[in-house]
């Protein structure tokens, strides 16, 4: 698929992509709406069946993902040189050509915060596990093994008794 690599194709596709901001911006009332997304992928799809003639719906669907991941990747790494607080001689310069393309992505890519699934406090103790609580205990004593003189041969007393004087 190199003509798809074609720079002059690319910022086209771009562009294109970029005017049709029910497939990007979340916030759009269209970006839920499937039959408007649907229409706006298939008005890409004929673009790049300029280029591409047995190109398809989830071909045009696996090239816009691997744009913003790229992308993704990218942003990634300027900001986490911003955050690094490195002098101003040492910028760091995107590697990727059509970063600059891209840039109306980059309030989209913000990470969400993550929801726990457990409860906001577990018992620290397998005593203040109780029985009243929903779900199996992850907390359980372990019976460790007790050891006479007797069930142990006299090299290994003589062993256990070095170490703990040790």
Known sequence: MKQFKDPDFMDHFIDKYR??????????????????????????LQFVKTQIPNADIEFVERKIGSLRSRYRKELNKVQA??????????????????????????????VRESLSTLPSSLPSTPAEASEDQPGPSILKEVEEPSWSQE???????????SQEEA
Do not use: I, T
């Open 19 to 44: 005017d049709m901001h029910n497939l990007w911006e979340v916030k759009n009332p269209l970006y839920r709406n499937k039959p408007a997304r649907k229409a706006s992928l298939e008005e890409l």
């Open 151 to 161: 069930d142990l041969s006299q090299d290994e007393a003589l062993e256990c008794v």
């Open 81 to 110: 040189f911003m955050r690094s607080g490195a002098a101003a001689e040492d910028v760091y310069v995107p590697s990727l050509w059509y970063y600059n393309r891209m840039r109306f992505l980059e309030d989209q890519m913000e």
